[in-house]
């Protein structure tokens, strides 16, 4: 999903991004007050995978809704799905690295961590229901009547 205006442009990452991550990550005046950095190649490379893995995460999927794109919206939806526990609960946290601490956690499979919790399974819920009905169903009807419909 891209957003362009005359003096912005809002753009997914890609792997073409290290340099300029690296760039903003590795200077240790740009990172003074962050909790992390300044970063090596090694862990800017790390965010950088980490960010394109959440590029699949379920919010998206409203967003791209919001943008007209319900073929995408779906698919988050079925990808948020296949994340289901026996139980068919979905986990509130994926591990997200390849390396692990310990062989329970596992590259894209739930940490087990307070799993599961009523907020993936209601965002869930939100997501199916607002593909249902074309349009994001926490927008209030004044908000979508005026801007929603314009396409």
């Not at 862990?43 to 073929?71: C, N, V």
């Not at 919790?117 to 005026?146: D, H, K, Y």
Request: aromatic share 10%; net charge negative; proline share 6%.
């Amino acid at each position: 999903m891209q957003i362009e205006t005359q003096r912005l442009l809002l753009r997914e990452f890609t792997l073409d991004d290290f340099t300029d991550v690296h760039a903003y990550a590795s200077q240790p005046e740009t990172v003074r007050y962050m909790d992390w950095g300044p970063n090596t190649p090694e862990q800017t490379h790390d965010f950088l995978h980490r960010k394109l893995a959440s590029q699949q995460a379920l919010p998206r999927g409203e967003y791209e809704l919001a943008a007209g794109d319900i073929a995408s919206a779906r698919q988050r939806l079925d990808t948020l799905a296949g994340f289901a526990n026996d139980g068919l609960m979905i986990p509130e946290q994926v591990w997200d690295r390849e390396e692990s601490p310990a062989p329970s956690l596992r590259f894209g499979a739930g940490t087990g961590s307070a799993t599961p919790l009523a907020w993936s399974m209601a965002q869930f819920i939100r997501l199916a229901m607002s593909i249902e009905r074309g349009r994001n169903v926490e927008t209030p009807r004044v908000v979508w009547e005026r801007y929603g419909q314009r396409g």
